[in-house]
């Protein structure tokens, strides 16, 4: 009689084999809850943001934003799933935003947007420039125009809740 023993083993995001090389370039965008304007500092809150993403080991390439929402270019380590990228840099961010006695919190979902290695730095130009950005569009008319330009089908009454 043969017996199998199977084991489970947590994956760790932080262990990645040596033979493994990726480029998971992604272009995420997020709000504060119904647009909010509750982001006081945003240079501030996206170096705060920056040492999460290093404690994680997310690199983050380029991070800016204006007082509702932030872009965040991040390039993920090749075991580590977006939603838990997305999870750990709202979650830890909202916590110390409210501990600081803010009302707080960010939107339920995100958008995130597959970068080519080529496309890289006018993303991250992109993202540099917001506050000048939004002196011509609003964060809504970006989004849906973020969404258009990657082929997202999408319903425009379930977009900002």
């Not at 170096?47 to 800016?64: D, E, F, M, P, V």
């Not at 840099?89 to 110390?96: D, I, T």
């Not at 339920?108 to 002196?135: K, L, M, P, T, W």
């Amino acid at each position: 009689m043969l017996t199998v023993t199977v084991t489970t083993a947590i994956l760790d995001y932080h262990f990645c084999m040596s033979h493994t090389h990726a480029s998971n370039l992604v272009h995420c965008v997020f709000s504060t809850k119904d647009r909010a304007n509750l982001i006081e500092h945003p240079d501030a809150l996206c170096r705060y943001i920056s040492g999460i993403a290093k404690a994680k080991h997310i690199t983050l390439l380029a991070a800016g934003g204006t007082a509702n929402h932030l872009h965040l270019l991040i390039s993920l380590p090749p075991a580590m799933p977006l939603a838990q990228a997305m999870r750990d840099l709202k979650g830890h961010s909202s916590r110390m935003l409210g501990e600081m006695g803010q009302g707080f919190a960010w939107q339920e979902g995100y958008g995130a947007f597959s970068v080519s290695h080529s496309q890289r730095q006018v993303v991250a130009d992109y993202i540099a420039n917001q506050e000048a950005h939004h002196q011509k569009w609003s964060f809504e008319q970006e989004f849906a125009a973020l969404l258009r330009k990657a082929g997202v089908e999408y319903d425009p009454r379930y977009v900002f809740g």
